[in-house]
């Protein structure tokens, strides 16, 4: 069997590839979401994908949902940002073996999807704030992160480069944000920051899978249809 390619829009600004291919063991979808490359934003949405992938409204703690992926035959459950030229590029990935190979018969992979839905769609939010544990602990990473940045001298160097050549235009701003904006973030800004991105982001599903028989393309379109959507171009 040749490997199978299939791309289509599911709603406006929302598109989903499937890649089918048998010799594939195991699942793998990522969601990205693109948007603009901006100082003030950059690093709040660095901080969605670090909250997104350690707590949700059902799993409050980082250590419980490693628990919960390493029930899962050791799932992986990981979300990154990246930039290409103007914009910025969350992405959030989960992966787990086919559900044929469970023990049980187990649903690996519908659970699986389970956690990522929650985590994008309801967060570990209250009254318009993340968890503080939560938001204090990852706060720490992402300013860490930034550090690591700025004492890698050669990365230093060509950052120090791109705000140079592309002053004045959104690539010239670091994916992560600078240390001082990092430091000063409110767990508020993240909530409002997590809205936006919702709202705006355009969004590319990918779906690769040894069968494709999981719904996912019906589970995204259903969880994005709830949400008021102006995606930009």
Do not use: W
């Not at 990205?32 to 490359?37: C, G, K, Q, W």
């Not at 979300?79 to 469970?102: H, L, M, P, R, W």
């Not at 389970?114 to 967060?123: G, H, R, T, V, Y």
């Not at 860490?144 to 940045?149: A, K, L, Q, T």
């Amino acid at each position: 069997m040749q490997i199978s390619v299939k791309r289509e829009e599911i709603l406006d600004g929302i598109s989903i590839t499937k890649i089918i291919d048998k010799k594939f063991k195991t699942n793998v979808i990522k969601v990205m979401f693109i948007t603009e490359l901006s100082e003030n934003d950059s690093p709040l949405n660095t901080f969605i994908s670090m909250l997104a992938t350690s707590t949700n409204s059902k799993i409050k703690t980082n250590f419980e949902m490693s628990d919960k992926l390493n029930a899962l035959y050791d799932s992986t459950f990981r979300a990154n940002t990246v930039t290409y030229g103007d914009s910025q590029i969350i992405e959030f990935t989960i992966g787990c073996i086919d559900n044929k190979f469970s023990l049980y018969g187990e649903d690996i992979l519908g659970q699986l999807l389970e956690i990522l839905e929650d985590s994008l769609f309801a967060p570990n939010v209250s009254c318009g704030k993340y968890d503080e544990d939560e938001f204090r602990l990852r706060k720490k990473e992402l300013i860490d992160m930034i550090n690591s940045e700025i004492n890698n001298k050669r990365y230093y160097a060509f950052s120090q480069a791109c705000r140079t050549i592309f002053k004045g235009e959104p690539a010239a701003n670091p994916h992560y944000g600078s240390l001082e904006t990092a430091e000063n973030i409110k767990s508020e800004e993240v909530y409002k920051a997590y809205q936006k991105l919702l709202k705006t982001a355009r969004v590319e599903i990918y779906y690769v899978s040894p069968t494709g028989e999981f719904p996912v393309k019906e589970r995204f379109k259903d969880a994005f249809s709830k949400v008021e959507r102006s995606p930009q171009q």
